[in-house]
């Protein structure tokens, strides 16, 4: 008979057995639970800094400003967290997470006022002499001004991708643009905006929201709303 406490037929050296093999096959490189990377300080990531690419991200209490399309293995948003994107950057804020993505009820991710400045973008609306400029548009004609017309509609209906254009004159700026692809649960308890910013003339038009994913959750809003001028 093998001794006591070290052979196959005792079961508390099985145990042992069993735990020791588990954790050497976890070491080898069996799946683990991913440890997020916590942002407490606002933080700028570069479009060509891939450091955080694959990581679990959580923006805890902070501002996260990501410029060019960036892939996260997850991505939570809370405590008063937020995720924007550069204003006016072309490429708006592109995530792709490969797990799941959750904003919680205090926090947003949220694009308002990063499209287009003041007379500027393909839904612009024309400066007017005197001021009382019309709204700029997007997908859809912004509000026409006393002295000028409203800016006119540009983009896809069904793939949005482009930033909102600015009011005329001393108008606000555009929303900014979301695209968003979540393999996993995109939770929603806070809110996802891109909306334009008012005016003392012209406001700002929203911007854009895609958002592809394989299941959704919670009831917070999603909104690209345009501004309102002055």
Known sequence: MLNPG???DNPRGLRRLAASVLASLFLAGFPQA???VVITV???ITAGDTSLDGQAIEVRGAQLTVSGPHTFAELAVTNGGVVTHPAAEA???SLTIT???SVDGASRIDVSGRGFPANQGPGAAPAASFGEAGGGGYGGTGGSGSRNGP???YGSIFQPTELGSGGGSNGGAGGGAVRLVVQGTLTVDGSILANGNNGADGGGSGGSIWI???DWTGNGPV???GGNGG
């Open 151 to 153: 800016g006119y509609t």
């Open 212 to 214: 592809t994913t394989s």
């Open 99 to 101: 797990g799941n993505c």
């Open 91 to 93: 490429t708006g804020l």
């Open 42 to 44: 606002n933080t700028v």
């Open 34 to 36: 991913a440890r997020a």
């Open 6 to 8: 070290t052979g196959y």
């Open 223 to 225: 909104r690209a709303h």
